[in-house]
């Protein structure tokens, strides 16, 4: 498991990151993206975005996320603003957005109502490449299926705004908080400080208005289970 930009990577790299890319969200989830020569890549793949990848031994990418600082653009910002109706969305160094979540196969160790192995893994990592830079949140777009997985996994996170239907699903903005209850969530507990703010990673700066958590269900599962586990749904917003 590795956090680097696009420059560290290596080209071979690069290409399976994009190659995985595209066969996900291009040829199995048959989003609305871009993708020339088999391999997916947007405006937002730039040398500000952070890549937290898995790789087998061989080199191959696995399992990717794009982590990206929201004082630059972002796609909750750009792309879905209508999921965050009335919320002023941050520009800010200390929070950052979560997108292009993928993984090349289903993991074996994937519950039927949770995340799979490799899920978690590039979430933890996520969590952990916060802690280290002072990144207080994540902000993400998903789907109502997956926001109730990160729900029974007791991460701690809230909605933005009410779910709203993408490309025929319904789709929602959250806010995933990098305090202790994520932590320990993903087991990494330890590393938060003691006197972790609840709502920053440190002072300064206005935190994001919120609307109250909540949850529907989707009841089709289906190839998305290839991503998450077993409960998420196969119809996904197009992002």
Known sequence: ???????????????????????????????????DDGMELDAF????????????????????????????PYMLAEVFPELAPGVSLPRDPDIWEMSRFAFDTEDEGATRWGFSDRALALIREAVRFAIGRGIARYVLVTTVAVERMMLRQRLHCHRLGPPRLIGGVRSVALVLEVDQATQQALGISAECPANWPANRAHGGHASIAIAPSGCGVHSNPGDLCSLYGTAACAATPRH
């Open 45 to 72: 793949d730039d040398g500000y975005a952070r890549y937290v990848l898995g790789s087998e031994g061989s080199g191959h990418v696995c399992g990717c996320m794009r982590l990206i600082p929201t004082h630059r």
């Open 1 to 35: 498991m590795e956090v680097a930009t696009l420059a560290a990577l290596g080209t071979n790299a690069k290409e399976s990151l994009f190659r995985l890319r595209h066969r996900v969200f291009k040829e199995r989830l048959d989003w609305s993206v871009e993708s």
